[in-house]
Nanobody, 123 residues
Framework: QVQLVESGGGLVQAGDSLRLSCAAS????????MGWFRQAPGKEREFVVG????????QHADSAKGRFTISRDNTKNTVYLQMNSLKPEDTAVYYC????????????????WGQGTQVTVSS
């Protein structure tokens, strides 16, 4: 069982930066792939960026390339999402997710989800 708690969301202006954190419980974090997803009002949940258990494989959605960076600290059981040059269209609830089988872009592969943190970008 893995429990995930996101933090770091808030209200920012376009062009600002924000760093989200996701703290995970459990002893298997270092063997768990992690992902960030987001869901805007009236839209489906979408993949943002994912990182393998070792941190060697990182996948980005096109919307995140060049602006968002994922990292993990296995000593702290935490994964981070650094978001730069934020745009109003980045406004959404951001969720972190864990998958002990390899992760990837598909939300259905992830077994564990956090409660989400709201990110609002004003123009």
């Amino acid at each position: 069982q893995v429990q995930l708690v996101e933090s770091g969301g808030g209200l920012v202006q376009a062009g600002d930066s924000l760093r989200l954190s996701c703290a995970a419980s459990g002893r298997a974090f270092s063997s768990t792939a992690m992902g960030w997803f987001r869901q805007a009002p009236g839209k489906e949940r979408e993949f943002v960026v994912g990182i393998s258990a070792t941190g060697l494989i990182i996948q980005h959605a096109d919307s995140a390339k060049g602006r968002f960076t994922i990292s993990r600290d296995n000593t702290k059981n935490t994964v981070y999402l650094q978001m730069n040059s934020l745009k109003p269209e980045d406004t959404a609830v951001y969720y972190c997710a864990a998958d002990q089988r390899g992760g990837g872009r598909l939300s259905g592969k992830y077994d564990y989800w956090g409660q989400g943190t709201q990110v609002t970008v004003s123009s």
